[in-house]
C-alpha cells in the first residue's frame, strides 16, 4: 500500500468521527463518558489481536513505561477528550479553523523538539492549504472571518491540537523494538485507564438512556477512529515523517464537508470547491513536488 494512503485514511475516519460526533454530543451525551467509552470498547477489540504481543513485549513495556504514558496521555487521552469538550460549546466553523492551524503547529513543535527543518517548498505548500481551509470555513468572505470569536470551547480545541502536534512528533521517539501492535495497545489501555477517574468525578451520563444509534456511533469511533486511525497515522509518520503528515490535516475539512453533504444533506457551495482545490493543490506541492525536487537535489 503507498505510503501516503496509511496518512489519508486516519483523516477519513476521523472526518466521519467529526460528523457523529456532532451529532451525538448534540443530544446530550456527555463528552467524559464518549472518550472513555470509546477506548474501552476499542480496547476490547483490540486485545484479542494484541495480547501475546503484550505478553513477548512486556518487558519492553515496563521498561519505557513512561513515555508510554506521556503518548497515552497526550493521544489517547488528552486529545480526544478535550476535542469532545471543545465540540459542545463551539460552533463548527471555529472548530475547523482552529484544527486547520494543526500542520503548523506539528512542524514548530518537531522544530523545536527534534531539530527538524523544512523546505521552502514545504512551506509554501502548508500556506496555500492553510488558505484553501480558511476559504471553507470562512464561506469565501473576509466578514465571516472577521466575526469570528474565542469561546471556552475555541480553547479547549487549542489544547486538543496540541495534544495531538506534540504526540505526532513524539512518535518518532517510540522504543524501536516495539511493535506497533504492541505500542497501540499499551498506550489504549494507559489512555483508557487515566480516563477511569476522570469519568467518576466529572460524568453524569445516565447510560441507560443511550439510545442504538449512540452504541453504533461509539462502535465506529472504536474501530475506525480509534484503532484504524492510530495504527495507520503511527504507521503514516513512521514512513513519511510528522511534517509530511501534518498537511494531511487539511483534508479534515474537505472530507468532513462531503460526508456532511451525504449524509446530513448540507449543501456544497462554489467556496467549498475553491478552497479543497487549494488544499489538495498545497498537499501536491508539500509532499510530491517536495520529493521530486530532494531526488533531483541527491542527484544533481
Not at 470569536?149 to 475555541?154: H, L, P, R, Y
Request: hydrophobic share 55%.
Amino acid at each position: 500500500m503507498p505510503a501516503f494512503i496509511y496518512l489519508l485514511l486516519p483523516i477519513l475516519f476521523w472526518s466521519g468521527n467529526y460528523v457523529l460526533g456532532r451529532i451525538t454530543l448534540e443530544t446530550g451525551l456527555d463528552p467524559f463518558f464518549l472518550s472513555f467509552a470509546r477506548w474501552s470498547l476499542a480496547c476490547l477489540f483490540v486485545v484479542p489481536f494484541a495480547y501475546k504481543a503484550l505478553i513477548l513485549e512486556r518487558k519492553i513495556i515496563a521498561q519505557n513505561w513512561k513515555i508510554l504514558t506521556f503518548f497515552a496521555w497526550f493521544g489517547v487521552c488528552n486529545y480526544n477528550l478535550f476535542l469532545y469538550i471543545g465540540l459542545t460549546t463551539t460552533s463548527v466553523t471555529n472548530a475547523v479553523l482552529l484544527n486547520s492551524v494543526m500542520p503548523v503547529i506539528i512542524l514548530i513543535t518537531a522544530r523545536l523538539l527534534l531539530g527538524q527543518k523544512t523546505t521552502w517548498l514545504q512551506n509554501t505548500g502548508i500556506l496555500i492549504s492553510t488558505l484553501g481551509v480558511i476559504n471553507i470555513v470562512s464561506q469565501g468572505t473576509l466578514e465571516t472571518l472577521l466575526n469570528l470569536t474565542v469561546s471556552t470551547g475555541d480553547l479547549w480545541i487549542i489544547a486538543a491540537a496540541l495534544c495531538w502536534a506534540v504526540y505526532s512528533v513524539l512518535i518518532a521517539k517510540k522504543p524501536k523494538n516495539l511493535s506497533m501492535l504492541g505500542f497501540f495497545s499499551s498506550t489504549a489501555l494507559i489512555g483508557t485507564s487515566i480516563q477511569i477517574p476522570l469519568v467518576f468525578f466529572f460524568s453524569n451520563q445516565d447510560v441507560s438512556s443511550l439510545t442504538h444509534l449512540d452504541w453504533l456511533t461509539i462502535a465506529y469511533m472504536s474501530i475506525f477512529a480509534s484503532i484504524g486511525a492510530f495504527l495507520c497515522w503511527n504507521a503514516g509518520i513512521q514512513k513519511l515523517g510528522a511534517a509530511t503528515a501534518g498537511h494531511f490535516i487539511h483534508l479534515m475539512p474537505v472530507f468532513s464537508i462531503f460526508l456532511s453533504y451525504f449524509f446530513l444533506k448540507e449543501s456544497l457551495y462554489g467556496y467549498h470547491i475553491s478552497g479543497i482545490i487549494f488544499i489538495f493543490g498545497g498537499i501536491f506541492i508539500a509532499t510530491i513536488l517536495n520529493k521530486i525536487k530532494r531526488k533531483q537535489t541527491v542527484t544533481s
